[in-house]
């Protein structure tokens, strides 16, 4: 567990922050693994993305907007493209999924992982190669199936005994043989929040390996004939710094693996074992490398197939965050500034937990600052919050912020690529915000804006 996890504040109600937080020597100082790789901080004090004043941006497109640093993100595809350049990479679209998205993920040369028909919908929209498409979740419905057999999607990952039976059944149908993992749960309890942790025993999703049901699941594949088993999958969970969960995941699979070769003499050719790599939100994260990444996964699993006698299967991963989330930040306008007598002082932007539930859902940490000017204000303790109706509509827990901060001025969040628009709601009717991607001086919005009208088609009566 990183330091902020533990979420211990000093004293009870001391206008202080989390043991782990420091007070910056300069409040207007950008960390540099918080921002995407285009963002500076002009000499009148503005931040700027891809070339374009913030300040600009909010007038063109209001807030609170989310944009995107388009050649940060294709600089993170690339990164990771080529630090596993053996293996397939797929984007976990789960993260942020939008059609411009999807194609400078096909443009770099990416796979795609989807895990709804919605998110199969926007990919096919977008023209995405399906055979590069692996089709996730624990509930697909007879529907889903049938339009990722349609579409001839290149893996389905399958999740129950339910689901090979559906998928089965289908397959014959439709005369198709579909290449399909099985997701294994390998019983890791992965370092992070409880909520994305996905590989302990007790939880919906995958085959227990320890249970004897992932081992059932491949025999059964292989003995109807009707699915191409490709190889075993696992993910251990999310936001994810400790590679040694990585590393027990991969000897599970491949003992699992070498267990179906000696049972039944087939070395499944492929291995996928998910996403899930940590990304940086507050200034004490600091993240792997693409690069680090490879060399601990490979030589883990080529010590593992060594020891087993297997050959090494072709490899796949699945990161989401690690890719979309350091591209983007969230831009607020603040609107009330509120000094809560000895406690805190509370910053209220004009989104919140509608634009990113990560905070309330998972006591995440994020990082904040003044993005419209340069202050020589003393830093201040502040706490970010939004306009619901909420008391814990929390955007940022405990951040300096310049003590002159005043209703009008930009406030901006980075590291809001991920699970941010993808799990937006309209909580309070509040339309959900655009993305706006920037670069080499321009920008283009990729996702609209809604609008009260958009928010009462929906309204029948
Ligand atoms: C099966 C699977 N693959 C990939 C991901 C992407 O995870 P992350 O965005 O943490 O890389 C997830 C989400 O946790 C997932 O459930
Ligand atoms: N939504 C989670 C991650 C879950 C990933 C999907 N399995 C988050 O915001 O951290």
Known sequence: ???????ALHGDLGNRGPAWLRTPEDVNALVPQLWPRTVTRDESGSLRVGGVDVADLAADYGTPAYFLDEEDLRARCRDFASA???ADVYYAGKSFLCKAVVRVVDEEGLFLDVCSGGELAVALAAGFPPERIGFHG??????ELRRALDAGVGRIIVDSFHEIARLTELSRELSKRPGVLVRVTVGVEAHTHEFIATAHEDQKFGFSLAGGAAFAACAQILDEGVLDLRGLHSHIGSQI?????FEVAARRILELQAQIRDARGVELPEL???GGFGIAYTTQDDPSTPGDLAKRINKIVESECELAALRVPHLSIEPGRAIVGPSVFTLYEVGTVKDVDGIRTYVSVDGGMS?????ALYDASYSATLANRRSDAEPMLARVVGKHCESGDIVVKDEFLPSDVQPGDLVAVP???AYCRSMASNYNHVPRPPVVAVRDGAARVIVRRETEDDLLALDVG
């Open 415 to 417: 590291g809001t690529g």
């Open 138 to 143: 624990n509930n697909k419905s007879v529907s």
């Open 241 to 245: 710094f400790d590679t040694s969960g």
């Open 272 to 274: 996928d074992l998910g």
């Open 355 to 359: 634009d990113n539930i990560r905070t």
């Open 84 to 86: 596993f350049a053996e």
């Open 1 to 7: 567990m990183r330091a902020h996890e533990a979420g």
